[in-house]
């Protein structure tokens, strides 16, 4: 699983300034300039992320199968983070015309 987090648009604009206008080319500038933006390289990065660390992280962490496989193995994380995008906040979620996901707790709008 790959992301990384910036501190805020301006931050983001010097690791990716093409990603940066996108997003400015899609919300108004509101407060989520100033807010930590979370970029993902792909939906498989973000499905995986959501597993592990994230929504579902209370669900799957620290299991002892004792010996048994780990479903997570399993899991095809394409189609699970397609199933999410389907489903994700608008308003907090986004996907990049190079298929990065960016995610902010403060919301677009």
Same mark, same amino acid.
């Not at 500038?29 to 933006?37: A, D, G, K, R, V």
């Given at each position: 699983?790959?992301?990384?987090?910036?501190?805020?648009?301006?931050?983001?604009?010097?690791?990716?300034?093409?990603?940066?206008?996108?997003?400015?080319?899609?919300?108004d500038?509101?407060?989520?300039?100033?807010?930590?933006?979370?970029? =993902?390289n *792909?939906?498989?990065? #973000?499905? %995986?992320?959501?597993l592990?660390?994230?929504?579902?992280?209370?669900? &799957?962490?620290?299991?002892?199968?004792?010996g048994?496989?780990?479903?997570?193995? =399993?899991? *095809?994380?394409k189609? #699970?983070? %397609?199933?999410?995008?389907?489903?994700?906040?608008?308003?907090?979620? &986004?996907?990049?015309?190079?298929?990065?996901?960016?995610?902010?707790?403060?919301?677009?709008?």
């Open positions: 699983m790959n992301y990384e987090i910036f501190d805020n648009l301006k931050d983001l604009e010097k690791s990716y300034p093409k990603l940066s206008t996108e997003l400015l080319q899609n919300f500038m509101e407060e989520w300039i100033n807010e930590q933006l979370f970029i =993902y *792909n939906i498989e990065d #973000f499905a %995986e992320y959501e592990h660390d994230g929504w579902y992280a209370d669900r &799957f962490n620290n299991t002892d199968y004792n048994a496989p780990d479903p997570l193995d =399993y899991i *095809n994380y189609e #699970f983070g %397609e199933a999410l995008k389907d489903s994700w906040d608008n308003s907090l979620y &986004f996907e990049s015309k190079t298929g990065k996901i960016i995610a902010t707790n403060y919301g677009w709008y």
